[in-house]
């Protein structure tokens, strides 16, 4: 007989998803769950997502409000947490000799994120980069990080997380010099219709220190980041503390339509998702169907073209000047209009494309812009 196997899925099911199940069978919403367990919306949604853990109390008040056993809500919450346990430890390297091997240490160097050093001093100098005294808390502290990037984007993405890890720890370190004021969702939002004008500036030398004050202002630090070898990602999104956003973009693609799309799509998540996430976008693979990502398009989509000018825009002819003239009259960069009509199908990837600003990185460049 052939040898049974236990099932091991490559994927994990949060008890949220089972707290969401009976919500929408009893037709209960979530502002009602929240009143009923004695929580707010913004808890609920932590625990529905697994940024929550269950603990005993709320195991109690699941019993009371959803049914089932104190018992089935603590199980539930110690499998998912294997499972997760589990799963990083596939996709994290398993040795210090691995970890650094997959480091992107020559593009760290160049940018200047740690010291040139010897290969036998690397391992104390990246553990200084990452504020950490071994490759064990490494793992510890990114692993949660990495298991979210790795979930959320496709296979040729995860590739190197080690190199993610390593662009997102640099944002982090260059966020903390940032002044920014108290997080404020409602000033941001408004602060973003404003910063669509930005983007008919050509110069980033004019536009990025812009575009920084007035997300500071908003609680928002905004860091432009080169990606270093085998980081694939195109922009991230984390909050750093209650009261401080992390809005990261790698100017991957260097391109106005690119960046500018990036930055409010990046920007809605912020505004529409959970607070304790990680959203790490890559777009050099298919578009993710995911709720959340798409959330984000429409968000950047309407922001950047209102509906008002939807319709005139799909109309457009492959014709240069109209382009220049319906985007003067948007508000927006020509190269926006021609990379939206582009992604919509009405223009080929190849059609008006000298609309679109490019951008180069200085050759001295330390990798932060």
């Not at 930005?198 to 860091?223: M, N, Q």
């Not at 825009?313 to 220049?324: A, E, I, Q, S």
């Not at 319906?326 to 508000?331: H, L, S």
Request: aromatic fraction near 10%; glycine fraction near 6%.
């Amino acid at each position: 007989m052939p040898e049974k196997k236990d099932f091991r899925p490559d994927w994990v099911s949060p008890p949220g998803e089972t707290i969401a199940q009976i919500l929408e069978q009893r037709n209960l919403s979530s502002m009602k769950f929240a009143e009923r367990i004695g929580r707010t919306s913004e808890e609920v949604e932590e625990l529905i997502s697994g940024a929550e853990k269950i603990t005993i109390e709320t195991a109690r008040k699941l019993e009371s409000v959803l049914g089932a056993s104190v018992a089935f809500w603590m199980i539930r919450e110690s499998q998912y947490r294997e499972d997760q346990a589990r799963l990083a430890s596939d996709i994290l390297p398993d040795s210090t000799e691995q970890w650094l091997a997959d480091l992107p240490l020559v593009d760290m160097e160049k940018f200047e994120w740690i010291r040139s050093v010897s290969h036998s001093a690397a391992l104390t100098e990246c553990l200084r980069f990452f504020g950490v005294p071994d490759f064990q808390a490494w793992r510890e502290k990114y692993s949660g990080l990495l298991r979210q990037a790795a979930f959320k984007t496709s296979p040729s993405f995860q590739a190197n997380l080690s190199a993610t890890a390593a662009w997102l720890r640099q944002a982090e370190i260059e966020a903390e010099l940032i002044g920014c004021g108290r997080w404020n969702a409602e000033r941001f939002g408004r602060t973003l219709v404003a910063i669509r004008q930005l983007t008919r500036k050509k110069d980033p030398d004019i536009f990025t220190p812009e575009l920084r004050r007035r997300c500071a202002e908003c609680g928002v630090a905004v860091v432009i980041l080169r990606a270093p070898t085998g980081c694939r990602a195109s922009g991230a999104t984390r909050f750093l503390s209650p009261d401080k956003a992390l809005l990261l973009l790698s100017f991957r693609y260097l391109s106005d339509d690119h960046f500018w799309f990036t930055f409010f799509h990046e920007a809605g998540h912020l505004l529409l998702h959970n607070r304790n996430a990680l959203f790490l976008e890559d777009q050099d693979v298919s578009a993710t169907k995911e709720e959340e990502e798409e959330d984000a398009n429409k968000f950047a989509a309407d922001i950047l073209i209102p509906l008002q000018f939807r319709e005139e825009m799909f109309n457009l002819p492959v014709n240069g000047f109209d382009v220049l003239r319906f985007a003067k009259v948007v508000g927006v960069s020509p190269g926006i209009i021609v990379g939206q009509l582009q992604y919509y199908g009405r223009f080929t990837h190849r059609q008006l494309n000298n609309l679109k600003r490019r951008f180069v990185w200085k050759p001295n460049e330390s990798g932060s812009l």
